[in-house]
């Protein structure tokens, strides 16, 4: 699309009252972002039907926004834009009911990222859920597929991690502008999502993330994937709102179980109990998405026998497992010295059987 043009799409975007839908409806009727953006305002409120507050509204947001420095603001930042005629526009994302017409992105998007899986969760995360997340993201981005997460706290930020440990790709949707980042201790993620994937949102430079925002980013998460995996969700969980756009778009939706005492456990039992489907490993994904495309990859199924641990190695193997367990915890079952119980617990963690977390406690990888 020519910069003359473009600039008046990204002007459009910018105005609060102008969703995709009415947007697409100026494009369709005036032929053109540019034509729509000197019409008449009578005109405009007779082709979106709008009341004479809302007309009154857009027509002063106009008044205050200039097209060519929202142009400039790309070249500023570093951004490039995609709109929605571009033929790198997200395909599985056009498909949707009335798709964003702009999204601004860093990093790259490209054509294999149509093989996307979403994983969504809580905010609040336990550390099982955490490890969920960035477990399934492992093992689904070294099959090829692309992670889709809003890169909030807790899962989102476990599943962006996960692929980006195995070198994979994922994309982290924005609730807010693309020279923002949100929250801000995940500018160091930002970064390295941008350089194997890429960071994208609908909503131009200078937008808050505010609450009323975040819908909209679910929307296009979940329009970007094949399916969602909700890992953890309280029973009034925002990633329920995905799973919501999820079926509306006709993706499918998986949920985790997890600690029937947990609160964190509620929303996605609701979900297995409305008809999600009920994943343990990344294959139960696999199986529920006809022609989905994966790769061979080079993974190794963790079976001690094949690292020729010892009778203690193997004593301590055994009781380590998916929930963290001090050290103090594990010497007084092995019944081993404490000294030999560091020994083991260190030769375990250098084959990746195992891992140190915080506070002396380990977990079985």
């Keep these: ?61 106009k008044n205050n926004i200039n097209p060519n420095k929202e142009l400039d603001l790309l070249d500023q930042h570093k951004v490039r834009v995609l709109t929605i005629n571009d033929g790198l526009y997200p395909q599985n994302l056009k498909e949707i009911h009335d798709p964003p017409p702009v999204l601004y992105f860093k990093g790259s998007i490209i054509e294999k990222d149509k093989n996307s899986i979403s994983i969504v969760g809580s905010r609040k995360a336990t550390y099982y859920g955490k490890m969920v997340a960035e477990n399934l993201s492992k093992d689904l981005a070294l099959v090829g597929l692309t992670i889709i997460s809003g890169m909030a706290r807790g899962i989102d930020t476990a599943a962006h991690k996960g692929a980006l440990s195995v070198n994979g790709r994922t994309i982290a949707v924005l609730g807010c502008g693309i020279d923002l980042i949100y929250p801000p201790e995940n500018r160091r993620l930002a970064k390295e999502i941008e350089e194997s994937g890429a960071i ?26 094949l399916g969602t995996v909700v890992v953890e969700a309280a029973e009034k969980s925002g990633a329920l709102i995905t799973t919501d756009f999820a079926l509306e778009q ?8 997890g600690n029937i005492t947990s609160s964190m456990s509620n929303g996605t039992h609701n979900l297995i109990k409305q008809g999600a489907k009920l994943i343990n490993t990344y294959q139960d994904i696999l199986e529920e998405i006809p022609g989905i495309v994966t790769q061979e990859t080079n993974t190794k199924e963790i079976n001690p026998e094949k690292y020729s641990l010892s009778k203690e190695d193997q004593i301590i193997y055994k009781i380590i497992s998916n929930e963290p367990m001090h050290i103090d915890e594990i010497i007084e079952i092995s019944k081993l010295s404490a000294s030999k119980v560091s020994e083991v617990l260190l030769n375990l963690e250098l084959k990746d059987l195992i891992k140190e977390i915080e506070g002396k406690k380990f977990i079985k990888l």
């Design 200 to 225: 994208i949102t609908e909503f131009s430079f200078s937008t808050l993330p505010e609450r009323q925002n975040f819908p909209r980013r679910n929307r296009v998460i979940s329009g970007l994937s």
């Design 250 to 257: 006709g993706r499918e939706v998986f949920a985790v179980p």
């Design 1 to 61: 699309m020519k910069e003359q043009e473009l600039k008046y799409w990204l002007a459009w975007n910018k105005i609060s009252d102008i969703g995709p839908k009415r947007f697409h409806k100026l494009i369709k009727y005036f032929g053109s972002a540019e034509n729509a953006w000197h019409a008449k305002s009578g005109e405009i409120l007779k082709v979106l039907s709008l009341s004479n507050k809302i007309s009154s509204r857009i027509s002063e947001e």
